[in-house]
């Protein structure tokens, strides 16, 4: 989990100090090492897996589990082994993790790029497994679980040896402060999160309605859903926007949005504003970007009247905006005399110049609903609007969806207020197990690409791997971890999240800068900046991703100081963002200490703290020759654990597999990162691989003209592939595809990097809110249309494309025929399949409660499923999960020292009484 340093943290009131020390130095740490590595090219694919494990105590007598905080002692029992075993070419590495009774394995060497490497994720995960396994007393178990049941449900009793409630670093009503792992680092995390944040952190989780829940006793009776929405809709729990609802409805009560599918979510997400430039004075054509507030850029291609463009109010520089290309605008001249920003509706279609500076060859459609039947008034974009439409364009503030209203016009809120599951300290978030995946790119470009793209990927996954439908105790009415955990580490002040504070000068942005998210949450920002070396030196200077459509607070000064360096505007806007935070855990003696032209410690301090769905990770320092060299990385963080190896050995495999599905056919998943945020909240709702849908992009493979959300015919690669696969035709012509007169099949720079691939941020193509459309888990695995081929079949196509071994293909086919069944919904997630355990168990009451032998009767049958002891079809099919002991765990050395006797003795006389020895000894023979 992290940076983890042996040293004495700094209390915060001491840390506070250094705050604005160790943000600076972070960001001259970055450029530092950016400029050392930059030019590192010709990587090969290397990868790695993450399992969390937790070690669980049994009381066997009374059916009983609690935690076991043996997690420090049993990690290095497992790494003095693993030095013992130092030969073995396979091997685990363990490291602590936020819990006592937790533990992280990863392979001790990482996965190469060669498809037979892919056979040994789950023999190394079979393997991390019986290992452990050897060091648990007989009355413990370590089930690949997401969550502990129980976790905050039995007060003091609830570990072994038992930990008090409470404590200075969480002040918990429900956790004591022992079952944070001993590393100074975790417990410092903890109380520092809640100290900056001016309170205890707020987690309030909707609770599941069964048909004795006893919060949901006053509430209007359900149907058979057994939940809280018509059977037609998802429940939409929006975590981290519950401010407002708690200083209403309090904290055992929690806001949520029913979404009938398919529909718009809507409100809880906020997207950038879209102006019209309306500059009102004599000879006055328009407005000069500006590279920062007062400084001009004379670009040729500056914004006319009548042009709308893109972005966010500066909250720390009140009257400019920050465009999306990362541009400013000033709203009016510096007296106030003169408007030259008007804000307008959101459905109006922004003015792209970027992507008519670089020649897209496809129009850029206009929504048909906004065009008028005159042609008299003024030009908005080329069109021209009459003044009644104009008017309706502009507004005064942001474009909100309206509340659902009585018929005597009162709100209905009371509507969407559920009965929820509070925790209160980081220990519920952080002590969930998940799986996480991260490789190497070749350079630097394909590990920002592939940054952008597994961010879209990153709420699919967690949805088909749900796995956490029990917090502390009760059932939920979600099945993923990532909300909990956002709202567990959400250190913002009070004035971050948008409410009334006073300024603290030590704190980043004062602690008044509006930030959206937690430090915990899905990107705000796509950081690939694409085409930018086959343009005039003036798009250099912009940030050409077209769907970063959200606010993205950044640290201005930050980001002046990253440009200055030669940082290219898209990552340096990256980084600027990161720096919006406060390190979290300063140790004495490593403030000013630390060479910022050598060494990292002060980036990763902030780095390693912002927990997002992706994370792009630069090469390390080299402190000496011996280290191995790293290259650039991109980590995969949104799945959930899996109860067997199996599972999580698939999802592994599947994700390597699609990142080079990816970058060898060219496909492009961009779409707007509001629609990822969306995503997002409905992946987190219950039974959403089976039921939800989700906003994926329509066209992964190069248009050849129009698209279809306009009444203009398409054509695709995959749309010809299957015209002349149902015709019977040659498919030799394929090789020519074209969009319009430009070829983009086999067009590339000298890195093999395609133009294709280059252009994908800048929109080209279509706008980008017709670039995607909602689709079903099956849609997204197994294709939809002559369109969409979904990715289940792009990946085996790849595997054909790559000749794959005979052996490799086998496993790796089992891996997609699973996956395959699991979003099709022949298979349930472990979440649903938890959920339905509980709600079967003979003892459980139809009130949402866990109980302590429901939990103990489940994590058993979790381990066994775990340890291929016991097979549920519901969850695995015709899958089998070959058993799984401490038998071969380590290598068994051919020893040459003597026996005793006594021992000897007991193995002969084991020996002799077999029936093939005994046979074959005859008692008269005399041994000459």
Same mark, same amino acid.
């Given at each position: 989990m992290g940076l983890l340093k042996v040293g004495v943290p700094q209390p915060w009131d001491k840390s506070k100090k250094n705050l604005r020390y160790v943000r600076k130095a972070g960001v001259k740490q970055f450029i530092s090492q950016y400029h050392r590595v930059k030019d590192f090219k010709g990587d090969e694919l290397l990868w790695g897996d993450e399992i969390e494990y937790g070690i669980f105590h049994l009381d066997k007598e009374k059916k009983e589990i609690r935690l076991s905080l043996r997690a420090k002692e049993v990690m290095e029992k497992l790494n003095d082994k693993e030095k013992a075993h130092m030969h073995h070419v396979e091997g685990c590495n363990w490291v602590p993790e936020y819990g006592s009774w937790m533990i992280e394995a990863t392979p001790k060497r990482p996965y190469s790029g060669y498809a037979i490497d892919l056979l040994r994720v789950e023999r190394n995960m079979r393997l991390r497994r019986r290992r452990l396994l050897t060091e648990l007393n007989e009355n413990e178990i370590a089930p690949t679980v997401a969550t502990f049941p129980l976790l905050g449900a039995l007060g003091d009793d609830g570990t072994v040896p038992e930990s008090k409630v409470g404590g200075p670093k969480t002040e918990s009503e429900y956790i004591g402060d022992d079952i944070i792992n001993p590393h100074p680092r975790f417990g410092t995390l903890t109380q520092n999160i809640r100290k900056r944040r001016g309170e205890k952190v707020n987690i309030r989780v909707p609770l599941f309605r069964d048909v004795n829940t006893p919060e949901f006793a006053s509430y209007p009776p359900i149907g058979s859903s057994g939940g809280s929405c018509p059977s037609n809709s998802l429940q939409v729990w929006r975590y981290g926007k519950g401010d407002e609802s708690m200083a209403q409805y309090g904290r055992e009560n929690v806001v949520v949005g029913c979404s009938s599918v398919p529909s718009e979510d809507g409100d809880g997400l906020v997207t950038l504003q879209k102006w019209l430039v309306d500059v009102r004075c004599e000879g006055c054509r328009g407005l000069y970007y500006r590279s920062e507030p007062g400084v001009i850029v004379p670009d040729a291609d500056w914004p006319r009247n009548g042009d709308v463009v893109v972005g966010s109010e500066i909250q720390d520089i009140p009257g400019w905006i920050r465009l999306q290309n990362g541009y400013y605008l000033p709203i009016m001249s510096d007296d106030g005399g003169i408007t030259f920003l008007r804000k307008v509706s959101t459905s109006i279609h922004s003015s792209n110049t970027e992507k008519r500076k670089l020649g897209s060859s496809t129009p850029l459609f206009r929504s048909q609903q906004l065009k008028p039947p005159e042609t008299n008034g003024q030009q908005i974009n080329g069109e021209e609007y009459p003044a009644a439409s104009l008017a309706a364009l502009l507004e005064n503030k942001l474009t909100l969806p309206p509340a659902a209203k009585t018929k005597n016009g009162v709100v209905k809120q009371k509507q969407n207020v559920r009965p929820a599951i509070h925790m209160d300290a980081m220990a519920f978030g952080m002590g969930c197990c998940c799986l996480q995946v991260t490789f190497q790119a070749k350079d630097v470009d394909e590990s920002r690409f592939m940054y952008d793209q597994l961010a879209v990927v990153a709420p699919i996954m967690m949805a088909l791997t749900a796995s956490t439908p029990i917090l502390k105790g009760r059932l939920a009415d979600t099945d993923c971890r990532w909300g909990i955990i956002s709202e567990s580490v959400d250190d913002r002040t009070p004035g971050e999240r948008g409410l009334e504070d006073k300024e603290d000068p030590a704190v980043a942005g004062k602690g008044k800068r509006r930030i959206y998210k937690s430090r915990y949450d899905c990107?705000?920002? $796509?950081?690939?900046?694409?085409?930018?070396?086959?343009?005039?030196?003036?798009?250099? *200077?912009?940030?050409?991703?077209?769907?970063?459509?959200?606010?993205?607070?950044? /640290?201005?000064?930050?980001?002046?100081?990253?440009?200055?360096? !030669?940082?290219?505007?898209?990552?340096?806007?990256?980084?600027?963002?990161?720096?919006?935070?406060?390190?979290? %855990?300063?140790?004495?003696?490593? %403030?000013?200490?630390?060479? @910022?032209?050598?060494?990292?410690?002060?980036?990763?301090?902030?780095?390693?703290?912002?927990?997002?769905?992706?994370?792009?990770?630069?090469?390390?320092?080299?402190?000496?020759? @011996?280290?191995?060299?790293? !290259?650039?990385?991109?980590?995969? +963080?949104?799945?959930?654990?899996?109860?067997? /190896?199996?599972e999580n050995a698939a999802f592994s495999v599947f994700i390597v597999l699609l990142t080079r599905v990816i970058l060898s056919f060219d496909l492009n998943l961009y779409i707007p990162l509001s629609r990822v945020d969306a995503?997002?909240?409905?992946?987190?709702?219950?039974?959403?691989?089976?039921?939800?849908?989700?906003?994926?992009?329509?066209?992964?493979?190069?248009?050849?003209?129009?698209?279809?959300?306009?009444?203009?015919? $398409? #054509?695709?690669?995959?749309?010809?592939?299957?015209?002349? #696969?149902?015709?019977?035709?040659d498919l030799s012509d394929l090789n020519s595809i074209s969009t319009n007169s430009t070829s983009v099949s086999d067009e590339a720079n000298s890195d093999e990097v395609s133009c294709q691939r280059k252009r994908a941020p800048v929109a080209a193509g279509c706008d980008e809110e017709n670039s995607f459309e909602e689709m079903t888990m099956k849609e997204i695995m197994t294709g939809k249309g002559d369109y969409f081929p979904g990715l289940i079949p792009l990946v085996r196509a790849y595997l054909d494309y790559i000749n794959c071994d005979d052996v490799a293909y086998a496993?790796?086919?089992?891996?997609?025929?699973?996956?395959?069944?699991?979003?099709?919904?022949?298979?349930? #997630?472990?979440?649903?399949?938890?959920?339905?355990?509980?709600? /079967?168990?003979?003892?459980?009451? !139809? &009130?949402?409660?866990?109980?302590?032998?429901?939990? $103990?009767?489940?994590?058993?049958?979790?381990?066994?499923?775990?340890?291929?002891?016991?097979?549920?079809?519901?969850?695995?099919? &015709?899958?089998?999960?070959?058993?799984?002991? #401490?038998?071969?765990? $380590?290598?068994?050395?051919?020893? !040459?020292? +003597?026996?005793? *006797?006594?021992?000897?003795?007991?193995?002969?006389?084991?020996?002799?009484?077999?029936?093939?020895?005994?046979?074959n000894f005859q008692t008269d023979e005399i041994i000459m």
């Open positions: 990107i705000s920002a $796509y950081i690939y900046q694409g085409v930018d070396q086959y343009d005039s030196k003036n798009m250099k *200077n912009r940030v050409l991703n077209m769907y970063n459509d959200i606010p993205l607070p950044i /640290d201005e000064e930050s980001y002046r100081e990253l440009r200055d360096a !030669g940082v290219d505007p898209a990552l340096s806007q990256h980084i600027a963002h990161l720096f919006i935070r406060d390190p979290l %855990v300063i140790f004495d003696g490593a %403030v000013e200490e630390v060479d @910022n032209e050598t060494q990292t410690e002060h980036f990763e301090s902030i780095q390693s703290t912002n927990w997002q769905t992706v994370r792009w990770k630069p090469p390390p320092p080299r402190n000496n020759p @011996n280290d191995p060299h790293i !290259g650039w990385r991109t980590e995969f +963080r949104s799945m959930e654990m899996q109860i067997t /190896d199996f995503n997002m909240q409905r992946a987190h709702s219950r039974n959403a691989a089976a039921k939800g849908k989700f906003f994926f992009r329509r066209h992964m493979a190069p248009l050849e003209e129009g698209d279809n959300g306009y009444g203009v015919k $398409y #054509t695709s690669m995959f749309a010809r592939v299957v015209a002349k #696969t149902q015709s019977h035709s496993k790796i086919s089992k891996y997609l025929d699973f996956i395959e069944q699991r979003s099709i919904g022949a298979l349930v #997630t472990p979440a649903t399949w938890l959920r339905n355990f509980v709600r /079967d168990h003979p003892s459980y009451k !139809g &009130d949402s409660v866990v109980s302590h032998e429901i939990a $103990y009767d489940l994590m058993m049958a979790c381990k066994d499923i775990g340890e291929g002891k016991r097979h549920e079809p519901e969850l695995l099919g &015709d899958f089998i999960i070959d058993p799984i002991s #401490t038998k071969g765990a $380590y290598d068994v050395k051919l020893e !040459g020292k +003597r026996i005793k *006797n006594d021992h000897l003795f007991e193995l002969l006389s084991r020996y002799t009484q077999r029936e093939s020895f005994s046979g």
